[in-house]
């Protein structure tokens, strides 16, 4: 009776030990993945490291590894120098719409009502307007080491193409055939123009003015409306595709991939909820409820999104892609999401959020930092 009594008291002294040691195991476990949580969080974590205020809302931001430039909706443009420090600004006027950096990062362009190139001190080095009034419809650097620019005159939405070299003289140009008007454009580092038509024409033109192809994009049974489309830099890929169905019920909205020759490359399947397109470099974008990017064959590399969240804008530099998401609320201020995915790998390597009751707009820029640009400001992020 008495051995009885002790096994049974063994046996009670185990099951409690062992049901501590369930415990402890469970506890280590969760405080475990607690700390890797925590330190996946601070390694990912963007920091701010410098903020400026702005007289207008910044809708350039552009730089190298060195120093940074930004202009504002007034027409204001500085240098951030080592990204540190804001200078003097120069005022533009002429309602800016954008600036680019030329690859050299010696030249900056400035698109509006005139066309102006800066040096990287921001001293204007030409400036140039048509005699009618027109407003610069689109400008890039081009790849033979020039300036490329379509001209929209306002009477009649008419257009003109003009190449300049980088001293600002006159290297060529034509009149862009009258496609009607909503036609969109796109112009290319090369500088072949793209043109696409309501009705899902598209033109490709070469910087002489010859036209290189003339092809459809596909609209089984008119169903699908709001034609949209993006190129590439190298202008040898062209995505295109309808934004939504006439009849509002929600479907797949097929995107197509073109080379410049109008030959189909690849096709796409969208959805109601990812009606956005754009161009990322050489790579594509769709978004909406979710950013998914694609190679120049339609090969997706990167699929990304947040519950309760819109893709709302993205940014390219050094093979990372920062991609901005929009909380869905009906509040005034809303949760904005940055992450940074690097697209070799696919992973999500930096992030960031912020409550804003402005609009947020984001720029990556080399030196792995990314800009939030805010109504009168902007805040510069690192690692």
């Not at 009258?178 to 033109?203: K, N, P, W």
């Not at 019920?249 to 490359?265: C, E, N, W």
């Not at 080399?366 to 805040?379: K, W, Y």
Request: a positive charge; aromatic letters at 10%.
């Amino acid at each position: 009776m008495k051995k009885t009594v002790q096994s049974h008291g063994l046996r009670q002294i185990i099951l409690h030990n062992r049901r501590w040691l369930a415990a402890f195991v469970i506890v280590a476990a969760t405080v475990g993945a607690t700390t890797m949580w925590a330190l996946r969080g601070k390694k990912t974590a963007l920091h701010v490291v410098s903020q400026f205020k702005t007289s207008d809302y910044p809708i350039g931001i552009v730089g190298t590894q060195d120093q940074g430039y930004v202009l504002t909706a007034a027409g204001q443009i500085f240098a951030l120098r080592g990204w540190a420090s804001q200078s003097e600004g120069v005022e533009l006027g002429d309602n800016p719409t954008s600036l680019t950096l030329s690859t050299s990062g010696k030249y900056l362009l400035v698109v509006g009502q005139r066309l102006t190139l800066l040096d990287d001190a921001l001293r204007q080095k030409w400036s140039r307007k048509t005699t009618a009034p027109s407003v610069v419809e689109q400008a890039v650097f081009t790849v033979t080491g020039g300036v490329a620019v379509v001209y929209s005159f306002l009477e009649d939405q008419s257009r003109q193409f003009v190449m300049y070299d980088l001293a600002g003289k006159y290297q060529g140009g034509y009149t862009v055939p009258d496609f009607g008007r909503g036609s969109q454009i796109s112009l290319a580092h090369s500088g072949m123009l793209v043109v696409t038509l309501e009705g899902g024409t598209i033109y490709t033109v070469s910087p002489q003015g010859k036209v290189i192809a003339k092809f459809t994009v596909p609209n089984p049974d008119q169903k699908l409306a709001g034609l949209v489309t993006a190129v590439d830099d190298s202008g040898t890929r062209i995505l295109a595709g309808y934004s939504r169905s006439v009849s509002g019920v929600a479907g797949p909205l097929p995107r197509y991939l073109f080379d410049q020759t109008g030959k189909k490359i690849a096709q796409i399947s969208a959805t109601s909820d990812n009606p956005g397109l754009r161009a990322l470099g050489n790579y594509f974008l769709t978004f909406g409820r979710t950013a998914e990017i694609f190679d120049k064959d339609g090969k997706q590399l990167l699929s990304a999104s947040k519950l309760n969240f819109n893709a709302i804008d993205a940014s390219m530099s050094n093979g990372e892609c920062a991609l901005l998401f929009q909380e869905q609320t009906t509040s005034q201020t809303a949760v904005y999401f940055l992450g940074i995915y690097d697209i070799e790998t696919h992973a999500l390597v930096r992030q960031w959020s912020t409550a804003e009751s402005d609009e947020v707009r984001v720029f990556q820029l080399p030196g792995m930092r990314s800009v939030l640009a805010l109504g009168t400001g902007l805040f510069i992020l690192t690692p």
